[in-house]
Structures are given as structure tokens and as C-alpha cells.
């Protein structure tokens, strides 16, 4: 996982369409100058006009330095984050965003990747795409839509495809009664030498989780974009802060996110569901009791480093970095 730098200010440079409710966004940096580099799988926060946050994989290309693309699709129950996007954020417009995170790493010296993504899940997996490409890698995209209307970037797809079009394996389920995409059968194909991904709708996650349960730990990458747990609002721990000096109690009903902010400190965050990795702080002490979908099964159990906007204490008192 890495971040840098302050947040900057971008131009929409231009909105595309690509699939029924998905247009693409291509930001600049007013100047023209460069914006900070990042790795296929990487996402940025948007601070939309109206004070939400929120995420997006960036779907470009990694080897062009003067521009993000990212994807947005209007979420049906929008509760205005994508609809602002799509009703707001017109050519010219200046946008403040993060600098990129990446916590859906591409294991570029893999001998072979299998890549699945669902519906605008396909952004991430799309740099991914580009980039096996260039390296000129062994790849295999499903790319499942309800309809073919929904299958955005299947142009752009092909045309990475090369010479060896196979590597781009559609399914609608409107073309198949209803049927959705058989991931145990996808996956049957998997060997010691493929890393496979996947990112899409939350059940597509969960059938991937079970189906891909026998592909090692190190070689099995998902990226989510909402939380499949609830946040840790147990409450009856403390916190202490070792930059502050404070120690607050997190009430019953509350993250320590919301405590922090309650108190008035100063910290970042973004989703609030444990998806980002924006609110990621380093754990002097205590055990955290992670409800994340960030942190590798490894770092939850090194307990040095913790979400605080969804996971809680398993300990009376937590000494956070802050
Ligand atoms: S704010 Fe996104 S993981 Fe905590």
C-alpha cells in the first residue's frame, strides 16, 4: 500500500460514455504539469462539491504521467455520491482530489493473471490490463455485465487483446437466462503460476472468495468497493493518543473514527467502510480487532497497523500513533 502527498487540485479535461450510466472522467492538473504516479489498481478520493468523498480506481494508462481517468457509475441508490458526479462534474470543472493508493497491487512478474471483474468493477482491472500488456504478460480477462449495453471499455478491451482476442471472455447474464458468470468453472483453470483478481458487485466477491479459497493467499487479490461487515461500534476502550497527548473513550455505538472526529482530531478518512485504506494508523499498542477489507490477513495479525474508521479494540485501551 502507498500514498504520498498533499491533496491537489485537477481539471475535468473530458466526460466520455461508456456503457448505460457509466461515463469516464479525465482529470489534468491545470498546469498541464505532472501528476503523482501511480500503479495499475490504484484509486484516488474525489471531494466532491457537495462534501462527500469518495473513491475510484483509476482506469488509465500508468505510463501517462499527465492524466487520471477514472470510471463512475450511477448507483441507482446514490445517496450522492455518483449522481453528483453525473449531474455536476461537467468539462472545465477544478476538483480537489487524493494522491493515488493502492492496496490492489498487480504482481506484474507473475507468469500468467486471470483476471475477473463485474460490472464497473472493471476499472481497476482495465490498468491492470494495460499494463500486462505492455509488459507484454500472459493475461486472461471475464468481464461479466447484466447486459452487453453495461460491458463498458469492451473496445478499448479488444483492442489490448491484440492479436489473440480470446483474452477477452464476455458474459451478460441477459444472454445466458438470467445465468451469472460460473466462477468455480473460470477458476478450475487456475495453476501454480497464475495470480488471479477479482473485483465487482459484492456477491460476485463472495463467490469468488469460496471458489478461489484453494488459490494461495499471495497470489489471490480482490478489491472491494463497499464493506461486507459492520463497523466495530462496540465501544468500552479507550484511546490514547501518543501525537496529541489525548485519551478518549469510544462509547458504545461509535467508531473510533467518530470518537476522533468528536474530540476534534484532526485525522483523514474517506469510505468510512474499511475499503480505502485512507484512515490507515500505525498501533503503538493493544489489539485491534480489525473489520477491514484492506489489510492482508498477515498485517491484521501484526497488529501494527489498523483502519480506524471501522475496526474497534479487543483490548481495554488502544495506543494509536496520532
Ligand atoms: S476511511 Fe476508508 S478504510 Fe477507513
Redesign the pocket.
Known amino acids: 500500500m502507498s500514498q504520498s502527498g498533499e491533496n491537489l487540485t485537477v481539471r475535468v479535461q473530458a466526460v466520455r460514455w461508456e456503457a448505460d450510466s457509466v461515463f469516464s472522467y479525465e482529470l489534468r492538473r491545470p498546469d498541464g504539469a505532472p501528476l503523482p504516479p501511480f500503479t495499475a489498481g490504484a484509486h484516488i478520493d474525489l471531494h466532491l462539491g457537495n462534501g462527500f468523498v469518495r473513491s475510484y480506481s483509476l482506469c488509465g494508462d500508468q505510463d501517462e504521467p499527465h492524466r487520471y481517468v477514472v470510471a463512475v457509475n450511477r448507483d441507482a441508490n446514490s445517496r450522492g455520491g455518483s449522481s453528483w458526479i453525473h449531474d455536476h462534474l461537467h468539462v472545465g470543472r477544478l476538483l480537489e482530489i487524493s494522491p493515488p493508493l493502492n492496496n490492489f497491487a498487480l504482481a506484474e512478474d507473475a507468469e500468467r493473471s486471470l483476471l475477473i471483474a463485474g460490472g464497473v468493477g472493471i476499472t481497476p482491472i482495465l490498468s491492470m490490463v494495460r499494463r500486462l500488456s505492455a509488459l507484454g504478460r500472459d493475461w486472461t480477462l471475464h468481464l461479466a455485465a447484466r447486459t452487453r449495453g453495461q460491458a463498458a471499455f469492451l473496445d478499448e478491451l479488444t483492442r489490448l487483446a491484440g492479436d489473440r482476442p480470446d483474452r477477452v471472455r464476455l458474459h451478460v447474464d441477459d444472454e445466458n437466462d438470467g445465468e451469472l458468470l460460473d466462477l468455480e468453472a473460470v477458476l478450475a483453470e487456475v495453476d501454480d503460476a497464475t495470480h488471479v483478481y477479482c473485483c465487482g458487485p459484492l456477491p460476485m466477491l463472495d463467490t469468488f472468495e469460496k471458489a478461489a479459497a484453494g488459490v494461495p493467499a499471495e497470489r489471490r487479490h480482490v478489491e472491494y468497493f463497499a464493506a461486507k461487515d459492520a463497523p466495530a461500534t462496540e465501544g468500552g476502550f479507550q484511546v490514547e493518543l501518543t501525537r496529541s497527548g489525548k485519551t478518549l473513550a469510544v462509547p458504545q455505538g461509535a467508531t473510533i473514527l467518530d470518537t476522533l472526529l468528536g474530540a476534534g482530531v484532526d485525522v483523514s ?11 490507515e494508523t500505525r498501533v503503538i499498542s493493544g489489539v485491534p480487532d480489525h473489520r ?1 477489507l ?1 489489510l492482508t490477513d498477515q498485517e491484521k495479525e501484526s497488529n501494527e497497523i489498523m ?4 475496526s474497534g479494540s479487543k483490548s481495554a485501551r488502544l495506543v494509536l500513533e496520532l
Open positions: 478518512y474517506s469510505c468510512t467502510e474499511g475499503v480505502c485504506g485512507t484512515c477491514d484492506v483502519m480506524i474508521c471501522c
